[in-house]
């Protein structure tokens, strides 16, 4: 397995029907990214996790929030996205992975705000589900996101953001 090829898959197992967006960009390219994700939405505010790297948050117009002390529900759900990093990716999937670590943050964090931006690294990408598994801590928390929140009532209607964000975008940095 080459990390280009799996970083490639990644990006092509996002189904067309989900508001997911997958971007590769250079490792200087990545602060811009997630500020064109959050233009592309019209966000006015980003809740920023502990620990996450400063080269991550882009400069612009949008408040921050910082989960520090921890943001009320009421704070979080007024928060129009969150950017995170990731545990691990999964190519085969199309999924991230979260362990709640550095940059992170608390669950929370990723379900409340309308819009979830993600951004992992080329070399956190695990071809499939058990290489990825082997990635993990066994003893951590993990949420494992494959698209925005989606469901569909008793009519089969397609109903949006009842159980997370609307909106999920990757940016997946380094590789070729």
């Known amino acids: 397995m080459t990390r280009d090829r799996t970083s490639s898959a990644c990006s092509s197992s996002v189904p067309?029907?989900?508001?997911?967006?997958?971007?590769?960009?250079?490792?200087?390219?990545?602060a811009a990214a997630v500020g064109h994700a959050l233009a592309r939405t019209g966000a006015r505010s980003l809740v920023v996790p502990p620990g996450l790297p400063e080269d991550l948050v882009p400069e612009g117009a949008w408040?921050?929030?910082?989960?520090?002390?921890?943001?009320?529900?009421?704070?979080?759900?007024?928060?129009?996205?969150?950017?995170?990093?990731?545990?691990?990716a999964i190519a085969v999937t199309g999924t991230v992975t979260l362990d709640h670590g550095p940059g992170q943050g608390r669950r929370v964090l990723t379900l409340l705000p309308d819009q979830h931006i993600c951004v992992v690294r080329a070399d956190q990408i695990?071809?499939?589900v058990p290489e990825a598994w082997g990635l993990l801590d066994p003893y951590r928390p993990l949420t494992l996101i494959s698209g925005p929140s989606?469901?569909?009532?008793?009519?089969?209607?397609?109903?949006?953001?009842?159980?997370?964000?609307r909106t999920l975008d990757i940016v997946v940095v380094g590789g070729a």
Do not use: F, N
């Open 16 to 30: 067309p029907r989900y508001r997911a967006t997958v971007v590769r960009v250079p490792p200087a390219g990545a």
């Open 63 to 88: 408040s921050l929030l910082a989960d520090v002390p921890p943001l009320t529900a009421g704070q979080l759900d007024a928060a129009d996205a969150v950017v995170t990093t990731v545990a691990t």
């Open 126 to 128: 695990a071809s499939d």
């Open 150 to 165: 989606a469901t569909s009532d008793i009519e089969l209607d397609r109903v949006e953001g009842v159980h997370g964000p």
